[in-house]
């Protein structure tokens, strides 16, 4: 059976056939009662905000055209910065490196990946070692403190590669 429903929006008829989502012919609005299925498909999808009008950069005025000067067209070098990337691991000193390889093998995995800087790794190879202590009365336990002993070995050389000289 055909519904008819009124536009909240211009207050247009809109004949609704069954199984589809109203949406008016008038203004576009996608008036619906609550529809079993999310916002139609033209709808944009609210995840994405679009960027921010005050960085929009207008273009040029017509007729002027910025030409590039000579002498830079051709530039062989740009100073390489070491971008600090997001969740890349911080650089740390030697000492530190060391201090991190030796708690990571000597005392408790991962505590020496924590100070190194190697978060994530480290809380893994914590949560692994410390779950592993009370699994070890089922064996499966003395796999997991291996695996993080050997996994925070791994992270500690890591550590000691990427440490500042
Ligand atoms: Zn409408």
Redesign the pocket.
Known sequence: MVERLK??????I?TVQPGQSPV??????G?TPPPPVPAPAYAPPPVYAPPAPQFYQPPAPPGYQPVPAPGYAAQPYQPAYAAQVPGQPQPVTQGTAIAALLLNILLIPGVGSLIGQRKKEGIWQLVLFLVGIPMTLILVGVFMIMAAWIWGLVTGIQIMQTAQK
Not at 24 to 29: A, H, K, L, R
């Open positions: 536009c909240p929006q211009c207050s247009t809109v008016c012919p008038n203004c576009g609005f008036a």
